[in-house]
């Protein structure tokens, strides 16, 4: 039986996903108006820049939320 996929899995994710609008903790700072871009379950960005939301990516509006990138619990 084979074994069940992983975030890191890339048949497991069905695209690139931009979080945009939150407040991102850093380890130095918060990030206000953060863009967020995660491919295969990786962060591959964080910034400001919304030119980096691919087009074809889920976007999650973070309404002013805060996010902390890479936290797991």
Do not use: E, F, W
């Not at 975030?7 to 108006?33: K, Y």
């Not at 960005?45 to 999650?60: D, E, N, T």
């Amino acid at each position: 039986m084979p074994a069940p996929p992983t975030s890191h899995d890339p048949d497991a994710a069905p695209g690139p996903l931009a979080i945009v609008g939150g407040n991102a903790v850093l380890p130095d700072r918060i990030l206000p108006a953060a863009v967020i871009v995660c491919r295969n379950g990786i962060i591959t960005y964080v910034g400001k820049s919304q030119s980096k939301v691919p087009a074809a990516a889920k976007v999650v509006d973070a309404q002013g939320g805060y996010i902390v990138p890479g936290l797991i619990d």
